[in-house]
């Protein structure tokens, strides 16, 4: 890339540069000039050198000048995009760190800067004592004289926008992890999350950020093949091994020989599976069926269930030997319900990607609509809410996402119901029905706290918890509505059933 200054040149004055002190040197590359002022103010107090270049073309020529020991860049510069510019820092000094700054919420520019070698990652507005921490990391590292090998920034190239989006900080922290296990070539990862939380792109993002990525990334869901077949689908089988084995065939590892093996729902192998799986892991060997010898396997195996298997050992139903193998490294995927931070990015990124699937120019979503979405529990996780996004637009004629559209299901556990909590019609045996004049949503809000107060005789302890609220917040709402001795005497609930009470409350009472 020579957008800015060609190699030559960059070279050429790196070799007349005088040698640099024993202080350290920040160079900050913004166009805001009161973040520019804060983190010079910090870093100076660090007796740091600093130097600040309001643009991209000239952060790059005082990099070549003082080679600084940390550069702090924004992503979004005035004349270039931060992101090129990180990699041409990192293509020219591989081992310059350089810690990335974005206030965009579009999509996950914090996995892209990772890919491109930035060494931490801060959202805008930032936390001043956030980036201290950062900065101390990086100059600890130094100081200790950690080893760092330039030749891993040539495996990072750019490919196309990953599908692993979010900016909240448990995302920041999955990006971390995505790419420590990719550079470091970790053997064996275990992946673990409710349906639906993006197992299968964390498997993705992995094997493309690692040196493997030119290898196949084969898939095997160990739920949808019948046991007796499961074996030969892995390892293969000889000529002659059975009567309808006509040929030699290969087996996945084989297949993904100096790849990755994506071992899907592996809570559902049989233990006579597994203990064969431990085998490949432990010798990085395997057999083909009615085979002789055996074949060495280069394969990094991630294996991936929605299923506690640390109860499935403890009850005999998983091999702790395999589980404790596995779970050398492991990667906890949270529910949507616990980063919820992150849904307007989400709900962002699949706008964009479906307006090119289908050929449409919705422009976003309406701060009612968000609000809904933001109010859900998403028991299906991401790819809930996905499917909402995209209903909603292909039903959707105007620019902007509206609640008409919005059609959210209460959960897998009232799913035969076949009800929608906004906007769409409810099951018959719902206490509160959305009538074609509409509803205030307070009214709905003061019906649901009212069951649940009943429910539990005033016990505003489980009242608040089946709300999905705070004590405080149960109390405030309380005294609003002018509940504050209800109920005088224990009533009868309407609600069908505990679950779907306390989830539907919980989807429409806002925050």
């Known amino acids: 890339m020579d957008f800015l200054i060609s190699k030559d040149i960059f070279y050429d004055n790196l070799s007349r540069m005088i040698p640099t002190m024993n202080k350290k040197t920040v160079l900050i590359i913004d166009h805001e000039n009161l973040v520019c002022w804060s983190l010079a103010k910090m870093l100076k107090k660090r007796s740091c050198s600093v130097e600040i270049a309001n643009t991209g073309r000239d952060g790059l020529l005082r990099a070549m000048h003082c080679q600084p020991d940390l550069v702090i860049l924004d992503a979004a510069l005035p004349d270039v995009d931060g992101l090129d510019l990180l990699e041409e820092l990192k293509d020219n000094i591989p081992e310059l760190p350089v810690i990335v700054m ?43 004289a950690q080893d760092v090998q330039p030749s891993r920034s040539k495996l990072r190239k750019k490919y196309e926008p990953d599908q692993l989006v979010g900016n909240c900080p448990s995302m920041v922290e999955l990006f971390k992890t995505i790419n420590l296990c990719a550079q470091n070539d970790c053997k064996t990862i275990l992946v673990l999350g409710e349906s639906g939380t993006g197992k299968e792109l964390v498997t993705h993002a992995i094997h493309d950020q690692s040196a493997r990525r030119d290898a196949p990334l084969v898939e095997v869901n160990c739920a949808s093949i019948p046991d007796n077949l499961l074996e030969n689908e892995l390892f293969g089988h000889e000529k002659g091994a059975y009567t309808d084995a006509g040929s030699r065939e290969i087996g996945v590892f084989e297949a993904a020989e100096g790849g990755t093996v994506f ?21 990085r060997k395997f057999r083909r069926l009615g085979g002789q010898n055996d074949i060495a396997t280069n394969v990094r195996i991630i ?35 616990e980063r919820k931070k992150c849904i307007p990015s989400m709900v962002e990124y699949f706008i964009d990607r479906l307006n090119g699937e289908y050929g449409r120019a919705v422009a976003g979503i309406s701060s009612e609509a968000l609000r809904m979405l933001m109010a859900h529990n998403w028991p299906g996780n991401v790819r809930e809410l996905r499917n909402a996004i995209e209903r909603a637009m292909m039903l959707e004629q105007g620019k902007i ?60 302890t489980k009242a608040a918890k089946c709300l999905g609220l705070s004590i405080d917040t149960l109390r405030y709402r309380r005294k609003k509505f002018g509940l504050d001795n209800y109920p ?10 505990d679950q779907k009470t306390s989830r539907d409350a919980q989807q429409a009472v806002p925050g």
């Open 102 to 144: 974005t206030s965009s919420y579009h999509s996950n520019l914090a996995f892209q800067a990772f890919k491109l070698g930035a060494t931490d990652y801060v959202g805008k507005p930032f936390n001043i004592d956030m980036i201290e921490k950062a900065i101390e990391k990086i100059f600890s590292r130094q100081d200790t």
């Open 263 to 283: 071992l899907d729902e592996i809570g559902d192998m049989p233990l006579n599976m597994q203990a064969k799986i431990l085998k490949v892991i432990e010798n």
């Open 303 to 337: 294996a991936a269930t929605n299923q506690d298997l640390n109860a499935m050992v403890q009850d005999g139903r998983f091999r702790g030997d395999l589980f404790y193998r596995l779970n050398m490294m492991c990667i906890s995927l949270k529910p949507l319900r």
């Open 401 to 460: 996402i509206s609640t008409d559209h919005i059609c959210i299901y209460p959960g897998a556990e009232n799913a035969r119901n076949g009800g929608c909590v906004f906007g769409c019609n409810m099951s018959a045996e719902s206490a509160i029905v959305l009538p074609p004049e509409g509803i205030s949503l307070e009214e709905v809000e003061k019906e649901y706290i009212k069951q649940a107060l009943a429910r539990y005789e005033g016990n505003q």
């Open 488 to 497: 005088a005497k224990t009533s009868p609930i309407s609600a069908p059933a």
